[in-house]
């Protein structure tokens, strides 16, 4: 389904966008990531291009590398994580700096790379479930992660009839092979906690023509976790005021 496609992948060194590089690569993709850390592992398939999405610079120069090399990019998928940080330790640099990879750099390389993009080409976000609910002390994370969720849809409407847009919120998702079990399995409606190819299966659903139909949406894969209502008492679970 995706032989000889174009995929760009943004934070594809580890976890969730590594797993979806190597997925893409499978399936006979030419996948292009762009990550601030080296590769773990050369892999077939997959080019890795070390930079700071943070800078403009190295977002022109990428486009313009994937001009000269590629030709064309089918699939962008925005995955670089932004840093997490709260009211109380967050500097203005920090939190500039997270909006800056969390939202600036998907905006500008869907700006970049758009002249590049045939029609039925795709475009997915990686959100977060916190872009709907938070903990304390994650303002930068959680801002960036709604601005990202919200960029879709504007992005969805101005490449409308070309470039299909999507988000995917993940909830929890384990990215160092840990097994989790008991209440922390439990507390999803699913019955364990997600996997990085949870959010791979669904990333490439959303870029196949199996989704023709869909743009402009957001899905949340979180086990069901969000919309699980717990109050006060229930199931055994107190609230304890901090």
């Not at 903990?135 to 919200?150: D, F, L, N, P, V």
């Not at 949406?217 to 006060?232: L, W």
Request: aromatic share 6%.
């Amino acid at each position: 389904m995706f032989k000889d496609k174009v995929v760009i992948i943004t934070g594809g060194a580890q976890g969730i966008g590594r797993c979806m590089a190597e997925r893409f690569a499978a399936e006979g993709a030419r996948v292009w990531v762009v990550d601030i850390k080296p590769a773990p592992a050369e892999t077939a398939g997959i080019t890795h291009v070390v930079g700071n999405l943070a800078e403009k610079a190295v977002l022109e120069a990428l486009a313009e590398r994937l001009r000269r090399e590629a030709g064309r990019v089918d699939v962008l998928v925005n995955n670089a994580l932004p840093l997490m940080k709260g009211l109380d330790a967050c500097s203005y640099e920090e939190f500039s700096y997270a909006l800056a990879v969390g939202v600036t750099a998907p905006f500008y390389l869907a700006k970049l790379l758009a002249p590049l993009m045939p029609a039925g080409s795709s475009i997915v976000n990686i959100s977060s479930s916190r872009d709907r609910m938070s903990q304390a002390q994650t303002e930068s994370y959680t801002a960036a992660k709604g601005g990202i969720a919200a960029l879709t849809h504007a992005l969805a409407n101005s490449l409308a009839g070309r470039v299909r847009v999507n988000s995917v919120s993940p909830g929890w998702i384990e990215t160092q092979g840990r097994t989790w079990a008991g209440a922390d399995a439990a507390q999803q409606p699913a019955g364990r906690v997600g996997t990085p190819a949870d959010i791979a299966e669904t990333v490439m659903f959303l870029c196949s023509p199996k989704a023709g139909f869909i743009t402009s949406e957001n899905i949340c894969v979180d086990g069901g976790m969000t919309r699980r209502m717990i109050y006060h008492g229930d199931e055994g679970w107190q609230y304890t005021q901090p």
